[in-house]
């Protein structure tokens, strides 16, 4: 178990196996996805008060939830990278803001875009629109601060610093967020988890969506990863190998 | 305990010698709420609508404004190097320097959001709980600003960054706060929410100060 | 099929088809965006790489070359 956890620090193994498992990680989310999009946008029944725009849901439910758990992921690889010095730690923290800005937006989006049918305006300070819009600043803010640093080591720190601060928040801007919501309006809310009063031919999509999105956020931090580890050991000669390869392979295209 | 005495001394004497300091962030206060009759109307009943709120927004950019002359001074002459170098209990020095510099940015504020919250016709009962939940609030938002402050002072130009950096950060101090008002003017009991901002003000006292020399230490290096 | 009589009827969505195929259309695109922008910065990054030994190549054939030219004069 220690053994594997140090490995996984290694960045060329995390390279080498992160390349292994692309392929089956790839084809698994597409069956994944594949299934329960088709499944859940053609054969499931609509729903009997917001009839087929409860569809919106498959998508919006996990996206606002990923993004939610990549500010964990971000905050548990800034701890590693501040108590252990790891660096692949960083350069997986680096990959989670863009990507977990886009999930937060793309669960906004979703979010209003159903919002307009159900509410009659794209905007409503929902508590969970309202906390998902604060969790993408949270987001922004990581990502302008390390733009802001030249040296990467050094921003690579005050990014950990400040996802660690942003994780203490995180519970107290959602329960504070809730607490405003109820004080001053209550909004019907977009939800599949409410299974004892939906059937399972309605919530099973949402497992196939769920786990196929949750695929899909570990290929594109691993992308990014795999990025960042050719650029910060491009002195190491496992990457001079790596990339003499590639670039053999790559020479007629490019 | 001496060296957060002298800490504590050397800071407000630095303060009082700059007044501009002290004084600015007041103004922007000053100027800032008197702006928004002006926008909004002067309509006794929307302006008692929003007086809580706007006074709260308020009070948190003039906090969030004031935060630029905590390290920028000490972090130029290098003393702050030598701050992190020296062999005293650095979380109490860190917490002296936020103490005394809420004590010249943010305590002026909250003496002087009654006389403002009044001008925007907020009711009498309203105002006690206003300087409450300012009073326990602002040290709040001093701790975490600083937070903010420490990690961008290295930078070159960190004024709006740390805007983006910590206004997130200032969600539940506002909600809260307004919050308490609220309950207040709808005679509802203030003490409960009251408890939970000083919850918020202890978590942020005993963690706070880590994140600062943390920051620090990335910032001078 | 499924639960719509008709390709059309699945196309409409009930009324709603702003709303649920402007979802997934952004939801398409927050895929594409997420693959591709690490895609493309990966080959820009391969390509300058490329350049870069390319240009080492170059200079170390010419130091050769020097060398060959300056021992063929003094023979």
């Avoid at chain 1, 905050?75 to 803001?97: E, S, T």
């Avoid at chain 1, 886009?102 to 989006?109: H, P, S």
């Amino acid at each position: 178990m220690w053994q594997w956890l140090y490995k996984l620090t290694s960045p060329k193994w995390f390279y080498t196996i992160s390349g292994q498992l692309m392929p089956w990680l790839v084809g698994l989310t597409t069956f994944l996805l594949g299934v329960g999009l088709i499944w859940g946008l053609a054969f499931t029944p609509p729903d009997y008060q917001m009839g087929e725009n409860y569809r919106i849901a498959y998508i919006h439910v996990p996206a606002a939830s990923i993004a939610m758990g990549c500010y964990y992921m971000m905050a548990i690889m800034a701890a590693a990278f501040l108590i252990w010095r790891i660096k692949m730690a960083d350069m997986v923290a680096k990959a989670c803001a863009p990507v977990g800005m886009t999930f937060t937006a793309l669960a906004l989006f979703t979010g209003s875009v159903w919002g307009i049918p159900t509410w009659g305006t794209w905007w409503i300070w929902d508590a969970r629109l309202t906390s998902t819009l604060i969790m993408m600043f949270l987001f922004i803010g990581v990502m302008a601060l390390r733009s802001a640093y030249d040296s990467e080591t050094a921003g690579g720190k005050a990014c950990a610093v400040l996802s660690l601060v942003g994780v203490v928040n995180v519970p107290i801007i959602k329960y504070s967020v809730e607490w405003w919501n109820t004080l001053h309006q209550g909004a019907s809310s977009l939800s599949l988890s409410n299974t004892a009063a939906n059937p399972p031919e309605i919530w099973m999509p949402a497992f196939f969506v769920g786990f196929g999105l949750f695929g899909f956020y570990l290929i594109a931090i691993i992308l990014r990863t795999r990025n960042e580890i050719l650029i910060r050991e491009r002195k190491a000669e496992w990457v001079g190998e790596v990339l003499s390869a590639t670039l053999l392979v790559n020479q007629g295209e490019v | 305990m001496n060296i957060v005495k002298a800490t504590l001394r050397r800071e407000l004497l630095i303060a009082f010698r700059s007044p501009g300091d002290i004084i600015n962030p007041l103004m922007f206060f000053v100027i800032a709420v008197s702006l928004f009759p002006l926008g909004v109307g002067a309509d006794q009943e929307f302006l008692r609508e929003i007086a809580a709120g706007v006074i709260w927004v308020t009070a948190l950019l003039a906090v969030m404004l004031s935060m630029d002359s905590l390290f920028r001074s000490d972090y130029e002459d290098g003393s702050l190097e030598q701050l992190l170098l020296s062999p005293q209990p650095l979380y109490f020095i860190i917490l002296a320097k936020v103490c005394s510099h809420w004590l010249v940015s943010g305590l002026p504020l909250v003496i002087l959001a009654p006389v403002f919250a009044s001008m925007l016709a907020l009711p009498e009962q309203g105002l006690f709980p206003l300087v409450a939940s300012l009073l326990i609030g602002t040290p709040i938002l001093t701790l975490l600003g600083a937070v903010g402050m420490a990690l961008t002072v290295g930078l070159s130009r960190s004024g709006l960054l740390l805007a983006v950096l910590i206004l997130p950060l200032y969600v539940p101090v506002l909600v809260f706060g307004t919050g308490v008002v609220d309950s207040a003017l709808n005679s509802l009991g203030t003490a409960g929410l009251l408890a939970l901002l000083g919850a918020m003000l202890i978590l942020a006292i005993s963690l706070a100060p880590l994140a600062i020399i943390a920051a620090l230490r990335i910032s001078v290096s | 099929m499924g639960s719509f009589d008709s390709f059309s009827d699945f196309l409409a969505m009930g009324g709603y088809a702003t709303y649920v195929w402007s979802a997934y259309a952004f939801f398409i695109l927050v895929l594409i965006f997420n693959v591709w922008q690490p895609i493309l910065s990966r080959k820009k990054y391969l390509k300058q790489q490329l350049r870069r030994e390319q240009v080492q190549q170059e200079r170390a054939q010419a130091q050769q070359k020097r060398e060959e030219m300056t021992n063929g004069s003094a023979t």
